[in-house]
């Protein structure tokens, strides 16, 4: 079988130590939500000295940007995604997207304290999103990104529910995307779910376990959450848009340059 290029992707970031974490399908795989993904997404710390390192890893990688916008810091603190194909023999092929800020999801500084390390075993260390941060950057309008939150959480569940701490049950409270997980914690938890009641009143249905009730606020809530980020994206995306078209009429303008520079513009005979 042939091995999995995302781990150099990784090691050639750490190489330059680029200060980033791992978010998206491979984080989830990490976590044991997922089997497969093609591509590495990973959240960054913006700042000159950080950006510089990784230009130095992308060069590295033989990395070539592959939309709008350009990497640079302000597109980035804006919300933008910047994204990348490498080209190194290696890695040929391999999609990178790079992020710094996300909708509803705590500054850089905040996630590296919560962050996860992994060790795989050829000794890199892999820095990921804390499962939490990465449901709660999961929450997209994106069809696909829901069951895998789903799973996530079920994950976290199952990894935990014999020995749990207080803030497990809280997450499992805030998270849960089924009603028989919700009912089930609430009936072990009581007292923490008529506190996290305060804040998803969805809860309320867990007392009378009422599971049809429960599926529709599900259903619900998480329509809420996608109307949010089509109107987080929709400003970027009109920025995307004009990127665009300024690319395209700054290639046309250089495609019609004319090289030889005696040429008049005027037709020959």
């Given amino acids: 079988m042939t091995p999995s290029p995302i781990p150099k992707v990784l090691s050639t970031l750490s190489s330059h130590a680029v200060r980033h974490l791992l978010m998206g399908g491979q984080a989830c795989v990490f976590y044991g939500a997922a089997e497969f993904s093609r591509d590495t997404d990973i959240v960054l710390l913006a700042d000159q000295e950080n950006l510089h390192r990784l230009r130095a890893a992308l060069e590295d990688l033989a990395a070539e940007r592959i939309a709008v916008p350009p990497l640079e810091l302000d597109y980035l603190s804006r919300g933008h995604a910047v994204h990348f194909r490498c080209r190194r023999e290696d890695v040929s092929g391999m999609r990178l997207d790079v992020m710094s800020v996300m909708r509803g999801v705590d500054p850089f500084r905040e996630l590296w304290e919560r962050r996860t390390t992994v060790q795989l075993p050829e000794g890199l260390a892999v820095e990921l999103l804390s499962l939490p941060d990465l449901v709660q950057a999961k929450k997209t309008q994106r069809d696909k990104d829901w ?85 987080y994206w929709r400003p970027l995306i009109r920025e995307l848009e004009a990127l665009r078209h300024q690319e395209t009429r700054r290639r046309h303008a250089e495609s019609m340059r004319p090289e030889d520079e005696g040429y008049t513009g005027e037709r020959g005979e």
Wanted: glycine residues 2%; proline residues 6%; negative net charge.
């Fill in 147 to 231: 069951p895998m939150l789903r799973r996530l959480v079920e994950a976290h569940y199952a990894q935990h529910e014999n020995h749990p701490a207080a803030e497990h049950v809280r997450f499992w409270l805030r998270e849960a995307r089924t009603p028989a997980l919700l009912v089930r914690t609430a009936r072990r938890y009581p007292a923490d779910a008529s506190a996290v009641a305060l804040e998803r009143p969805l809860l309320v249905h867990t007392q009378a376990e009422e599971a049809e009730m429960l599926e529709r606020a599900l259903e619900e809530e998480a329509r809420g959450e996608r109307a949010r980020d089509r109107e």
